[in-house]
């Protein structure tokens, strides 16, 4: 048999590229399974799956240094992931169990793991955003070298919070990265509907000084690479970056909705053709990455999160004196002698 | 009769009001082609098309700000702010702008507008998507605010919100959405400013808004059932304007007041209305006013958690048979 072309690695090496899949396919395990654990009534409240959009996770964190900062959108479970917070935190806390993240009390909107650098996921859109600029302020002020990273929606390109903090960033030169992950819609809104113009991010970004920054987002080596410039930018005192990821959301917008306003066709369309972790798979094997490193990966991620299930399944829900507590910083919730 | 779920009473009474008021027309984010993430306005884009009924941006501001503008120049808009959480990034326009500008203009401006709102808690959705906030809205003069408990309510008093001449913050309770009831045929218009007795009773009075009401009359069925203890329960339907005539009047009979309110403890509507009962009908008091309440903590997310804070048949229930032991 004739022996098969294999690409040479680039700027990207072996170890990082299956970092990268890794991360990725921890992802869509554990959102796939977050799905099933809703399905088996397990999941309570609500929950807004990343399937489809693991490579702008994967991409960030990969490029982030450990004392970078995070901040979240309530689709989240994907960035808190992709910084190494622990599986069994992560699903406890969607199923509002004790031993997840926030022990039940925050809920699948507001994953927080601060020993992660991932400093909470906001529920109220465009919040976050002025959030990561004020921690970038804190870098800048106190000589830190880390970088804020704020992810969040194309549809939150449409409330002032994103104007204000963009702006504010520039004025400043603050070291924050602003992501967008254009996904198409607002909840169940086509985006074009309902903006002004064609790339809701990109197109506003000469507004505030900045580069139009658009880039396949479901693309991990794509990502990476361009989070690998933003954040020497950053550090180096050059100021902000807007960036753009063109993506596509495999499931619905939270867990109640069966997608109706999607064009016939469309999902499958993305599913099969534009799938980040199909096509990163093909990638390790053109560059010569041997199918058993991949599978390797592959069971690894899956009994770690099927771990995790059992472990979070079994987990008590949390105890009723807790309800109380961390209210004030003295640790309770009094108001009054 | 008509048996309608509380969520296809708003549809029916936007629709109602659009049908009599060409001025009539309604804004909020995924509300026309999607019909609302509750659900509340399936239909009225069909019916209506999208010159009246519109999806926006997520861009709060701009949608209150809008809705006020038109007001102001001789529409009736209705808004929506789907959750009730998200009125603080806008709350400009609900504190300073729609409540004031009449006042300012010494009467030259006027804002005939409604916000609905998905309010309450209840859903496991955690601090940010489950607060009762009609407190906050009680505080702003300027304003009326509206929180219907029955499917007949919300259609009558969002039909009398919409002929308001004021802004009118209208809250629909999320846990509601899905119960069923009478909804009178044709025109349903109700008045604003009227309590209701929902159980007559004479031996205490609940005064109670939006869910807490099927709980404080299924606590008040329990204590005639278990101990002979009959209770009267006013759904107060509006908080301003506040009907004190109807609770005063059943506090006069009773002679005991408890209030049932799912805001957290300071500063909840309960609090005014034990303030003017202890000011106007001390002498008529049997004992101490008692409000009960969500404790003054954030909500949490976990179902046990949530079950515990906002109070409920059995905790409505114990608190008023050890006071009036
Ligand atoms: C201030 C505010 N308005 C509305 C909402 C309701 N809401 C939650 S998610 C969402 C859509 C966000 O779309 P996008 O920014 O594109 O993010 P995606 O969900 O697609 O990741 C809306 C309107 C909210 N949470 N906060
Ligand atoms: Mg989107």
Redesign the interface.
Known sequence: MAKKKTLKNDDIDEKKRLELYNSQYLIRVAEQRAYDLFLENLV???SHLSLGQEAIAAGFATAMQENDKSFCTYRGHAHTLARGASVVGVLGELM??DCGLM????????LTDTSKGVMGS??????HLPMAVGSAWRAQYMGHDDVATVFFGD??T????FHEALNYAVVYKLPVVFVCENNNY????PIE???AVKNPAADRASAYGLDSIIIDGNDADEVYRTAQVAYSKARSGEGPSLIECKTYRQSGHSRADPGA?RPDGELDHWKKNNDPITRYRSRLIEFGVKQKIIDGIEENVKRVVDEATEEAKSSP??P?E???TN?YANGG?A?RN | MAQLTYREAVAAGIAQEMERDETVAFIGEDVARAGGVFKATVGLFDKFGPKRVIDTPISEQAILGAAMGAAMTGMRPIAEIMFSDFLAVCWDFVANEMSKSRYMSDGQLKCPLVVRTGNGGGSRFGAQHSQSIENWAMAIPGIKVVAPSTPADVKGLLAASVRDEDPVIFFEHKSLYAIKGEVPEGEHVDTLGTAKVVRPGKDATIVALALMVPRAIQAADKLMTDHGIDVEVVDIRTLVPLDMKTISSSVAKTGRLFTVEENPRLCGWGAEIVSIVVDELFWDLDGPAVRITTPHIPLPAADNLEDITIPSVDRIYSKILDVLR
């Open positions: 309570k409240g609500t509002q169990r022990r039940g009390k925050g809920g699948s909107m507001h906001y529920a109220i859109i465009g919040a549809g939150t449409n409330i002032g919070a607002m909840e169940y809104t509907s309902i903006t306003y829900v949390p009723e807790i309800l109380t209210v919730w108001w």
